[in-house]
């Protein structure tokens, strides 16, 4: 099969180390943009007991992520999740997982982080000024903006992730230092044990810290996005795996300081917890915001607010450059268009794969809109805010379904010690695909798009796929 038109040459070779691939999962768990989004809805199940829970999450995700490292040990390539499985297990199913993650989750993804940082940037400023914007003003800023660093290539981008990043984890910490320093006398070990879940019997405990956890692995989504920069980082066998590793160990160390913060300025009664999540789910400001001014005045609520607005915008910048490496990779092995496998001349990047998946994401931005407005949403405020939680729905179902493929996948190169991880890993998962179908029309949307493509296997790719034993990086 001969080279595409203008992929004569790959994607740039050596072009981040260690900390850029750290930066970068860092960039795509998005921690302020975690917080300010997801501690009500962590806080709304587990109560007092949210540190406990996003400790348990961690935990659980740790053996996620274990079959992530050793995945990425074995089989650098810029379209991971597909060449992972390929690898493993076959490439029927590896196309599956490959279109499952990039086509049904990452590239909805993209338009949900767009539609959140129209969402949370109306928040910020009603924060600020007391006075609500249209977000429909906020949508496309993302959009239009993050095509300039992924386009100019990876390590523009990861620079632009390191900057943004460092100022919203900064911003947390202080916030969570003041908060100690501020409640010395008061601070409880409570949230860490099972009594801050107030539950009455030991069905109810393991509801609400299930709960409770099914909300926080939503925390770390994106951890993953490393592992399609494979083929662009120096000794990508060491630096993808360990980046990947300690961005998500200490993103859950923050996770669980700041989830404490919050719990302990709020409260530790119940009615206390019940009145933060509910001033937290409406479409007022959230209280998460006047948390932060209480301890660094009105120049740290400017401050946070923009380290939201940041935050959301580098996991954009994150997650559209994950996507486009996948489409890359899989137009490669023949089993997309081939000049979605095109790099650009100068800077080595997969444009047109950026400006695909942009498209694609603007689309499904617009289904996500439509989709609200049906469901009775008129304020351009309601209709944000829906269409963002329908968008996350949809796209967090796929993620759940290709990450348990990664796991079963990973079964195949570990020992059996590191398969008792993967267990747990899976279990962790498979729960939080249960308690994730919470539409009939959700389980009919998995159902549909998994039929289809599998037609499309066993139809118009059946040759190419049969040929298909193992897929390699090229240059790797």
Not at 4 to 16: H, I, S
Not at 34 to 63: D, F, K, Q, Y
Not at 375 to 398: F, H, K, Q, V
Not at 401 to 412: D, E, K, N, P, T
Request: charged share 10%; hydrophobic share 50%.
């Amino acid at each position: 099969m001969s080279k595409p038109e203008g992929r004569l040459q790959g994607l740039r070779r050596n072009a981040v180390g260690l900390m850029g691939t750290l930066y970068n999962s860092l960039a795509g768990q998005a921690p302020a943009y975690s917080v300010a989004g997801g501690a009500a809805l962590i806080m709304g199940s587990a109560m007092a007991a949210a540190p406990l829970a996003m400790i348990l999450t961690l935990l659980g995700v740790l053996a996620v992520v274990y079959a992530v490292f050793l995945l990425s040990r074995h089989f650098p390539h810029a379209a991971s999740f597909y060449a992972y499985v390929t690898n493993t297990l076959n490439s029927k199913v590896g196309f599956f997982n490959g279109v499952v993650y990039t086509i049904l989750y990452s590239i909805i993804g993209v338009g949900s982080v767009a539609i959140a940082f129209a969402y949370l940037g109306t928040e910020g400023i009603w924060a600020i000024t007391g006075h609500s914007l249209n977000p429909l003003m906020l949508l496309f800023i993302p959009v239009v903006l993050a095509l300039v660093p992924a386009v100019l290539g990876i390590r523009p981008s990861i620079r632009t992730e390191l900057g943004l990043t460092s100022v919203e984890i900064v911003v947390l910490l202080i916030f969570v230092a003041l908060t100690f320093h501020s409640h010395l006398t008061s601070l409880s070990l409570l949230p860490l044990t099972p009594q801050g879940t107030y539950a009455t019997s030991l069905g109810r405990l393991l509801a609400a810290l299930s709960g409770g956890l099914i909300f926080g692995i939503t925390y770390f989504m994106g951890f993953e996005v490393s592992t399609q920069v494979s083929e662009e980082a120096r000794d990508p066998r060491r630096s993808v795996p360990t980046g990947t590793l300690w961005a998500t160990v200490i993103m859950g160390i923050l996770y669980v300081l700041v989830t404490y913060a919050i719990v302990v300025n709020v409260g530790y009664s119940q009615s206390a917890i019940n009145k933060f999540v509910n001033q937290a789910s409406g479409m007022g400001p959230n209280p998460i915001y006047f948390q932060v001014k209480e301890y660094l005045g009105v120049p740290g609520l400017y401050l946070f607010a923009i380290a939201v607005m940041f935050s959301v915008f580098g996991c954009y910048l994150a997650t559209l450059n994950a996507t486009a490496r996948m489409l890359y990779g899989m137009a490669r092995d023949g089993l997309l268009p081939s000049w979605l496998a095109r790099v650009h001349p100068r800077f080595r990047s997969p444009h047109y794969a950026l400006y695909f998946s942009t498209g694609v994401a603007v689309l499904t931005i617009a289904l996500a809109y439509l989709a609200s407005y049906l469901g009775g949403a008129r304020s351009s405020i309601g209709l944000t805010y829906y269409a963002m939680e329908d968008a996350y729905a949809i796209d967090s179902l796929y993620y759940v379904i290709s990450l348990i493929l990664i796991v079963v996948g990973a079964f195949r190169v570990s020992t059996w010690a590191g398969r008792v991880a993967l267990v747990l890993g899976a279990a962790l998962l498979a729960l939080t695909l249960y308690y994730s179908v919470v539409n009939l029309w959700y389980a009919v949307a998995l159902v549909l798009s998994a039929a289809l493509i599998v037609v499309v296997e066993l139809t118009a790719l059946r040759p190419r796929l049969s040929r298909i034993r193992e897929t390699t990086c090229p240059e790797c």
